[in-house]
């Protein structure tokens, strides 16, 4: 029985495991299936300070090895989910309040609303579904150190994890942007903008013509990414990409991740989560690592 | 609500792109008529197929599906008598007829008919059904001694190939004067669905409707496959529906 355990920004977590943003709502709908509180933590579906509506369906779409998908932020407003939702998660595992804004005072407002009350607040500045905000302040390094250091002024007792966007010209300059704007902690990657089409119509498949794709089939460029701003940074990286089973989980740990996130694989299975928790604690047994935080960072390049 | 390695007991081609798949979920469960099972097709297809159950006795279920893309097509070639495959169910509402609706009518066209015999094995004898079945042609149909459990059943062909020349929906409408149902059941495709919603404006009869969308997680969580409802608001297929009172949501 090997120590999952990691700590990250000083808080503790069972494990490394951790829902993503969009894929697990507030975690109510998995906890019918099982439960939840085996998980390290969940990613809330993304907070906005008005409820959002979202955009219109279809919503998602799959090509080989990949899904895409534009949900638009749909979601009842962070102070819902303050009233209903926030001391049931609490009571289940730490809690990753992902949260979204079209200026940056949204993002420092919702921030003061979090503040003490979350376990750590993620800065989602990488939706690539959204017409305005979202991967707006993603892009660009500049960006990303003003809606980062507004933010932080926000949260005095919160930890801040910022997620980037693998959209963008340079990983570690985005990574250094955050970490210089007063981040705790890097999340990534968001999903990347695609489209698929349906050739019978000559139309894309997702309404919004564009989606973000996510699944097995970006984890190469996730790693390399999660590598990448590992070793731009001195603090924390949550690592996710096409994450499926416990051997995925590793590689991101080895290339510098604390923890990571695990997204699309609940679509596939949703007992994804605890499949990699358990395969997690069986791989470090076969490999006589005692704890699993001996595996961050423990990359050999060739 | 349960995730399972079910096992196929038969997987079968039963009319022109129709096929028929049974597994055994274990051990008994119980489904409502009109929920549904996502069904993992493996390969490369990360997506889980949302099919709605057809039949379901103790641990053998039922799903039908069209043949339609890569995943379909591989649900049909890859998973034989024998094979296992992942399987999440039940899910959604399903339908309910109320104790004082004893007159049932259920309209259905394409793969709609499907989710609609659930209703017919669960109401037969208990309830007057009939039943409006709509088909595209002869090779299309299917099921028919499982539609014959009704107290009257109707098939209609959009070429007349078999039985009414037209759709379940005008077949059904024809008949509405001479024996008005308490109820109405229906699913099929959208445009179907509309025709029966302005038939039925103000008949003072109850509609409900089956809906279908491209869904991620079938359970509620992702917020993928949502409709819209009348007051505004969004409902989620896979878990509000997909059974939907016809007056609550836009089609």
């Known amino acids: ?302 | 609500m349960r995730e399972i390695t079910a096992t196929v007991l038969e997987n079968k081609k039963i009319a022109e792109n129709i096929w028929s798949l049974t597994f055994s979920a274990g051990d008994d469960i119980r489904i409502r008529c009109g929920q549904f099972a996502m069904l993992g097709v493996g390969g490369q297809q990360l997506l889980r197929r949302p099919i709605a159950v057809c039949k379901a006795e103790g641990e053998r279920v039922t799903v039908c599906y069209q043949l339609k893309g890569e995943g379909t097509r591989r649900l049909a070639k890859e998973y034989k008598a024998g094979e296992t495959i992942s399987v999440l169910l039940p899910l959604g509402n399903g339908f309910y007829v109320k104790d004082e609706e004893q007159r049932v009518a259920v309209v259905g066209g394409g793969v709609g008919i499907f989710p609609l015999i659930s209703v017919i094995r669960e109401y037969a004898g208990k309830k007057h059904i009939s039943a409006y079945m709509g088909f595209r042609n002869k090779r299309a149909l299917c099921m028919e001694y499982e539609m014959q459990r009704s107290d009257k059943l109707v098939i209609a062909t959009d070429d007349g190939s078999v039985g009414y020349h037209g759709t379940a929906v005008q077949a059904f409408m024809e008949d509405l004067e001479g024996e008005r149902p308490d109820v109405v059941l229906a699913c099929g495709p959208t445009p179907m669905l509309r025709a029966l919603k302005n038939a039925m404006t103000g008949k003072g009869i109850p509609v409900y409707v089956s809906l279908e969308e491209r869904m991620g997680c079938g359970i509620g969580a992702c917020l993928v496959c949502v409709c819209d409802r009348t007051d505004g608001k969004h409902a989620r297929v896979c878990k509000d529906g997909p059974v939907f009172e016809i007056g609550e949501v836009i089609l």
């Open chain 1, 1 to 302: 029985m090997a120590d999952l355990s990691v700590s990250l920004c000083g808080v503790k977590l069972r494990n490394p495991v951790i829902p993503a943003s969009g894929t697990f709502g507030f975690g109510r709908e998995f906890d019918e299936i099982y439960d939840i509180s085996v998980l390290g933590g969940v990613a809330t579906k993304g907070l906005t300070l008005d409820a959002r509506m979202g955009n219109p369906v279809p919503r998602i779409a799959e090509s080989r090895g990949v899904i895409l998908n534009a949900v638009g932020l749909q979601n009842p407003g962070v102070e819902e989910f303050l009233k209903n939702d926030l001391l049931w998660l609490r009571g289940k595992t730490r809690v990753l309040a992902n949260v979204a804004g079209r200026t940056v005072e949204d993002y420092a407002l919702i921030c003061a609303k979090l503040d003490g009350l979350v376990d750590f607040v993620e800065l989602n500045i990488s939706c690539p579904n959204v017409k305005s905000g979202g991967m707006a302040f993603g892009i660009r390094p500049e960006t990303i150190r003003e809606v980062t250091a507004a933010a932080k002024a926000s949260l005095k007792k919160t930890p801040l994890i910022v997620k980037l966007s693998p959209n963008v010209e340079s990983i570690p300059a985005n990574a250094r942007a955050a970490r210089e704007g007063g981040a705790d902690c890097i999340s990534l990657v968001n999903t990347f903008t695609g489209m698929a089409i349906d050739i019978e119509k000559r139309k894309p498949i997702i309404a919004n013509n564009t989606g973000g794709v996510s699944g097995a089939g970006i984890k190469p460029i996730a790693v390399r990414m999660v590598y990448e701003a590992a070793h731009a940074v001195d603090i924390p990286v949550i690592g996710m990409g096409g994450i499926a089973c416990a051997e995925d989980a590793v590689e991101f740990l080895l290339a510098g991740a604390t923890a990571v996130q695990v997204g699309t694989a609940n679509f596939t299975d949703t007992l994804a989560c605890p499949h990699i928790i358990e395969g997690l604690n069986a791989w470090c047994d076969n490999h006589g690592v005692k704890s699993v935080s001996e595996l961050t960072g423990a990359l050999k390049l060739n």
